[in-house]
């Protein structure tokens, strides 16, 4: 089993920058690949980014050259760092955890999300 708390939402004006923590407990962090979803309201989950226990990482297109995803294997951290932030950043992000090393099925476990909220 695993168990991811996510912290560091908040509300922050347009242009500026949240990091994201996640922490993990349970077995195997360091070969889980990781990642991070976010829901806003009215619309479907998306995958925002991603990175594979070896630390390749993988981006929407809607963030890539605005978020990094990192990782901390020692710490059982995850990070998502977030700058010049959007209005149509505002959601709830989830921080989750896959089978394997790669993201190849997905997430098997999730957080309960941090609130972004990014006013105009």
């Known amino acids: 089993q695993v168990q991811l708390v996510e912290s560091g939402g908040g509300l922050v004006q347009a242009g500026g920058s949240l990091r994201l923590s996640c922490l993990a407990s349970?077995?195997?962090?360091?070969?889980?690949?990781m990642g991070w979803y976010r829901q806003a309201p009215g619309k479907q989950r998306e995958l925002v980014a991603t990175?594979?226990?070896?630390?390749?990482?993988n981006y929407a297109d809607s963030v890539k050259g605005r978020f990094t995803i990192s990782r901390d294997n020692a710490a059982y951290m995850v990070y998502l760092q977030m700058n010049s932030l959007k209005p149509e950043d505002t959601a709830v992000y989830y921080c989750?955890?896959?089978?394997?090393?790669?993201?190849?099925?997905?997430?098997?476990?999730w957080g309960r999300g941090t609130q972004v909220t990014v006013s105009s």
């Open positions: 989750n955890a896959g089978t394997g090393g790669t993201w190849s099925r997905g997430p098997a476990y």
């Open positions: 349970g077995s195997g962090f360091s070969m889980r690949a």
């Open positions: 990175i594979t226990s070896g630390g390749s990482t």
